[in-house]
């Protein structure tokens, strides 16, 4: 149970890490404003990710410029899956013309990358 703790936590400050690194990298883009969506809080000594938009929102929403077209990232690290609201959050996104995508990476530096190769995606009017 000890290591399962452990293991948990480390996967949760990964997940944070990613997901503050890939703010400041693309907060430099001049054509694109990102907000993370929700917050991790610990309790009864397990980490929960608190929704801030709803739930299945996905990690970071932001909005590419010239025509404010919806940008939804999905941080996961290690072997995590989407849940099925998340799953439905990023498909709803793409039918109504946004772009989504799930950024899975097993580091900061290929978060980032991801991420960004994402952004690219988007300004290229892909959805995913």
Do not use: Y
């Not at 799930?102 to 995606?121: F, G, K, P």
């Amino acid at each position: 149970m000890v290591k399962e703790k452990a293991a948990a936590a480390n996967h949760t400050a990964l997940h944070k890490q990613c997901v503050n690194e890939i703010r400041k990298a693309l907060g430099r883009e001049h054509d694109f404003t990102l907000w993370e969506t929700s917050k991790v809080q610990v309790v009864k000594g397990e980490p929960r990710a608190m929704p801030g938009l709803t739930k299945g929102a996905s990690d970071m929403l932001g909005i590419l410029a010239p025509h404010g077209r919806l940008v939804a990232l999905e941080m996961k690290t290690g072997k995590a899956v989407p849940t099925d609201e998340q799953t439905m959050f990023i498909e709803l996104i793409r039918k109504r013309g946004g772009f989504a995508c799930i950024v899975q990476a097993d580091s900061v530096d290929d978060a980032v990358e991801r991420a960004r190769a994402a952004l690219t995606r988007a300004r290229l009017g892909m959805t995913e």
